[in-house]
């Protein structure tokens, strides 16, 4: 990938994680990228094109990310490396995933397939752990995870330590 199509992909993902995708036009990406329109056409093919670029290079980073949780054997570590995910994203990360949550919420789409791999391993653990609803457990943690997320992206990382806290408590996973 060239310097400019990096500074288009920047651009992008930072103007789409503050304005919203439907609202930034690929004018303003350019301007702020330092470049002209017709390049970002030229090398995405339009607004969708370098969305799914973006989009890409996330989820190649989550699948990283979920790869960390998913090689966990033991049961509670994996729970507990799955409910510290959000802690290890990079702040550097934090528009790809502010971007993403629009996404879900603007366009009522999530990236389903490339969690189901995740959500077996944290039904599998539950289930080792003879929890009595192990698929309500993985969705829990789901959850979970979303919830501290959200807190992390709106407020910078702040003080989000003691959610998970209180959550690995919750699951006697704070040893």
Do not use: C
């Amino acid at each position: 990938m060239t310097k400019k199509q990096q500074n288009i992909i920047n651009s992008a993902l930072k103007l789409f994680a503050k304005n919203g995708f439907d609202s930034t036009s690929t004018n303003i990406i350019a301007k702020d990228a330092g470049v002209s329109e017709g390049l970002i056409f030229r090398h995405f093919g339009n607004k969708e094109g370098l969305l799914d670029a973006i989009i890409q290079a996330g989820l190649e980073k989550a699948h990283e990310y979920f790869a960390l949780v998913m090689m966990e054997e033991d049961p509670s570590n994996r729970i507990r490396k799955a409910l510290s995910l959000p802690f290890i994203v990079e702040k550097e990360e934090y528009n790809f995933w502010r971007l993403t949550y629009t996404l879900k919420w603007q366009r009522r789409a999530y990236e389903d397939a490339a969690f189901d791999a995740f959500e077996e391993s944290m039904i599998d653990a539950f289930t080792q752990l003879e929890y009595k609803d192990p698929i309500s457990e993985a969705k829990l943690i789901e959850v979970f995870i979303d919830g501290i997320a959200t807190e992390l992206l709106l407020k910078d990382g702040q003080n989000s330590a003691p959610l998970l806290n209180a959550i690995l408590i919750k699951y006697k996973l704070n040893n």
